[in-house]
């Protein structure tokens, strides 16, 4: 048995998303009590990641971290049209996850205590980002 | 329905091969509606990315990030019995990825507008690569 | 045909352990001759990764990388409740995998002759992991 769905995410430009209840939403919904639950995202310069829930500062060092290995108006970068943050967020993309296959387990994504589930958006400008949901059991 | 095939992909050496038109119809001959294509690749010194599929600069800015990343010939390296770009490729692979999970959707891969499968070879040589690639659905 | 296992590995602290074993036994006792193996760590502080298996120097090679790549005890890490490498795990995680998803093809994983399935420890500390295995096919 296979099901899909769109999530559809209104970023407000760079930071983190948790899609987790969606996700676990989607997995009720779907009825699939063993399986797996596959998270696709349709983008080049947003990406996913399963990170620690609990604290922000997580998500405000992983920023910084990033932000230092990939900076924004790096004078290496040819492909710059869309601006200093465009390469960046595909390099970002690439170093993070496009793709996340959860298992289910009960009838929900079986993620450890402290995993939630993330997308990343790396473009300082607010985007529509689009996460097919494919669930499977 | 679960099928499988094997492409071959003769590289000329460190570069990235686009591999969507082939997944595209490996999909296609499934005739899976909709489900998933696993593509995975058996080697540890390539690997695989989603990545922008237009402009052919990002390629040459991701390679000078990569280069500088995990530079040839790092006197930190041990592992250089097959030479300056050996280990290289092997941290190039693991902060890429070696399977990607496709949705599948009205017969073919649900992939964004800008959104190309590659495979990147990290030698400096030629290799032979070989990428399974399995369709549920 | 879904079956599902949860492999437990007992750490000694930072470092690699090979899974590959656990893993190909655990596709045999599936019975399932085609089709694919998802691997999910249930936490955000050890990773997974396909790696070389041959030569131990890899490993240690891999890991003078990532600990210069996110030295323990940087100062730009506000998230230090745990120690000085609590943050650096959290990013070492990020930059590999949570999930793998392995084609399963005459009754095993398919692996190349090179690849191995990797446990990483990124905690200093010896920590019990949870890893959960679905099979499909």
Redesign the interface.
């Known amino acids: 048995m ?1 099901s ?1 769905r769109e999530i559809h995410v209104a970023t407000s430009g760079r930071g983190t998303y948790d899609l987790t209840a969606q996700l676990q939403s989607a997995v009720k919904d779907a009825g699939v009590d ?3 639950c ?1 998270v ?6 947003a990406s996913l ?4 829930n609990a ?1 922000p ?2 998500m ?3 920023e ?2 990033m932000s ?3 900076p924004d108006g790096d004078p ?4 710059t ?1 869309e601006g200093p943050d465009d ?1 960046p967020a ?2 970002r ?11 289910v ?1 009960n009838g929900r994504c ?3 205590t ?2 939630g589930v993330f997308l990343w958006e790396h473009r300082h400008a607010p985007h529509q980002r ?1 996460v ?1 949901v ?1 669930i ?2």
């Open positions: 296979t899909q063993v399986g797996l596959n696709f995202i349709r983008h080049t310069s990641m399963l990170c620690e604290d500062a997580v405000r060092d992983l910084t971290f230092r290995l990939a290496a970068h040819t492909h049209a390469m595909h390099i993309s690439i170093l993070t996850h496009a793709d996340l296959n959860l298992p387990r079986d993620l450890g402290w995993q689009k097919t494919t499977t059991g």
